[in-house]
């Protein structure tokens, strides 16, 4: 029997890829999403996957306990769903601020909770959250964010001291930027540009979506990381590494 992966955040960007690298290395899926998926479910079964397509809100307790009652069984979770917002902290609102703290950080741990019991009582499982950079280093105007993506490594760091013993490994995957539709409203905003992100990655480009989630094919795989557990791994091109300053960053290209 395949293994099963749940993936919430699964109808677009780092999602939607981590569900086509998960389903090319053999696992059946349950795609999570609040927008509509039948084209992804449509291409993965095509591709011999054993595929669902799930609605639901991952900020709602009473959604993910009809999405748990859809699952029988699960070896893989990964909490890849999450919103932005770009607002200087002055003027975020407290409606504002706790959306963002919902979706990226709650989320997350009513879906750990629910399909950790599962890994747990079976003594094996994986999950693998889906942070940023942001949750490592500050990032400016993104306080909630911030914040959010903070509260998951430290959800992270947790759950891997309390369960990692009985079996389940839990481990974030932090990002950089990475070219995705909620890059391109972002920068719609005016905060940013390409060449600020171009700039700044020693690597000089920006992620792409294959980038993470072959890193969180690793983290989900016993044979390749079974002794991984808690761990934060940057995927930002030596971002968070470089401390120098922009000329001289561009100099050693």
């Avoid at 504002?96 to 003594?123: H, Y």
């Avoid at 481990?171 to 600020?196: F, H, I």
């Amino acid at each position: 029997m395949a293994p099963v992966a749940v993936v919430t955040g699964s109808a677009m960007g780092i999602g939607r890829q981590v569900a086509r690298t998960l389903a090319g290395e053999g696992y059946d899926l349950v795609l999570v999403d609040v927008q509509d998926q039948t084209e992804l479910l449509g291409e993965l079964r095509d591709r011999g996957c054993a595929a669902t397509a799930v609605v639901c809100d991952v900020a709602s307790e009473d959604d993910v306990e009809r999405l748990a009652a859809r699952v029988e069984d699960v070896d893989v979770l990964v909490n890849n769903a999450g919103i932005s917002l770009l607002e200087a902290a002055e003027t975020t609102t407290a409606q504002q601020w706790r959306r963002v703290l919902d979706v990226n950080l709650t989320g997350p741990f009513l879906l750990c909770r629910r399909f950790g019991r599962r890994m747990l009582e079976k003594g094996a499982g994986s999950i693998v959250n889906i942070a940023s950079i942001a949750g490592l280093h500050a990032v400016a105007d993104r306080s909630a964010y911030n914040a959010s993506k903070h509260g998951l490594i430290g959800l992270t760091k947790t759950l891997a001291a309390e369960w990692g013993g009985r079996g389940v490994r839990v481990n974030a995957v932090c990002p950089g930027w990475v070219k995705t539709e909620m890059d391109a409203a972002d920068q719609a905003s005016g905060g940013y540009t390409d060449q600020d992100v171009t700039d700044r990655v020693p690597m000089g480009r920006f992620a792409t979506p294959e980038d993470i989630a072959a890193a969180v094919a690793f983290l989900a795989d016993p044979a390749r990381s079974g002794f991984i557990n808690g761990a934060q791994l940057p995927v930002d091109g030596g971002w968070i590494a470089d401390a120098s300053w922009t000329s001289l960053r561009l100099r050693k290209r």
